[in-house]
């Protein structure tokens, strides 16, 4: 069957003769042409917009949008800083020292006179730029220190080697003087802090019956020591410690937005192929009934294929 019509006209004659049918395949197959005739109104209406050929309808296609989106993350700011210890700082110093030795062993005196020494003898000492102390021996038993008008008594007894501690008591008295004995019993006398000796006869010479010399005694050097004479602060190297945190851009990535209709071409309508596979797939004796009244007409020719 060839099926050649035109298009609007065939549309008013179907939706006539569509009114008079009452078979519910007929009415169907009527309604599948004039919906497809109603298609082809609107493609001719769509002429002007699409400036193409009314059997051609425009194509769509959904298409996805996307935007580009930065991905942070979170991470510690972190300072390195320096980290110091305190520590000692040292220096070489002489070791000096003053210090008069007797010659006489006084283990065993017992007194002033078992010294040889006689009453009311006296001597002199100072250290450095300090204040001379007189030391007298008074009696037999009693030895005194006179510092700046200030008088100190100093008692012993009878014994063996009294004398030689009383001796040393009344020394030790004076400031900045250190007394001691030798393992030999021999009288030491030390001036503190490096600083002269000066020991001088005042009456009767008692230093000579002591084993002493008159004189001024100057510091010596007798070794070295390390002294602290401050401290430092010392490098011992670097740490790192977290001052806050940070979003750092660490790459990007793509976001779906959302869909845009968008044209992708024009689709062709082949409206008599269409029409005449709804007809093909009627009743015939359908098609003789609804064509009828057009059969004849210049606009609607059916053509039976042999």
């Known amino acids: 069957m060839q099926v050649r019509t035109d298009t609007s006209q065939m549309l008013l004659q179907l939706q006539a003769r569509d009114k008079v049918l009452d078979n519910n395949q007929q009415k169907g197959a009527a309604q599948q042409i004039v919906d497809l005739t109603s298609g082809l109104s609107v ?21 996805a949008r996307y935007s580009t989106k930065d991905v942070y993350e979170r991470r510690d700011v972190v300072k390195t800083q320096a980290v110091f ?12 020292e003053t210090k008069v030795v007797g010659t006489k062993d006084l283990s065993t005196v017992a007194s002033i006179d078992e010294a040889g020494i006689k009453r009311r003898a006296k001597f002199s000492i ?5 204040s001379t102390a007189v030391v007298k021996f008074n009696s037999a038993r009693k030895i005194t220190v006179k510092v700046d008008g200030v008088v100190e008594e100093f008692r012993f007894g009878a014994e063996d080697g009294s004398f030689r501690l ?21 009288l030491s006398i030390e ?16 230093l000579q ?32 410690i977290v001052t806050g945190s940070e979003n750092v851009k660490v790459g990007t990535k793509q976001v779906l937005d959302g869909y ?43 053509v039976q294929s042999p």
Do not use: M
């Open 85 to 96: 210890e305190t520590r000692a700082v040292y220096e070489e110093q002489e070791v000096l």
């Open 209 to 240: 019956k002591l084993g002493l010399s008159e004189g001024v005694t100057h510091a010596s050097v007798v070794g070295y020591q390390q002294a602290q004479i401050g401290t430092e602060r010392v490098k011992i190297g670097d740490e790192k």
């Open 126 to 130: 100072s250290v450095g730029d300090g």
């Open 43 to 63: 493609q001719a209406s769509q002429r002007s917009v699409f400036d193409a050929d009314p059997l051609f309808t425009p194509k769509f296609e959904s298409i």
């Open 260 to 302: 845009d209709r968008e044209l992708t071409g024009l689709e062709r309508v082949d409206s008599a192929t269409a029409i005449a596979e709804i007809l093909l797939k009627s009743d015939q004796s359908y098609l003789k009934d609804l064509f009828g009244a057009i059969e004849a007409s210049s606009e609607l020719e059916i």
């Open 166 to 186: 009383g001796l040393q008591e009344a020394l030790n008295s004076i400031e900045g003087i250190s007394a001691s004995y030798t393992d030999q019993g021999k």
């Open 191 to 206: 001036a503190a802090d490096g600083n002269s000796l000066s020991i001088f006869d005042i009456k009767n010479s008692p």
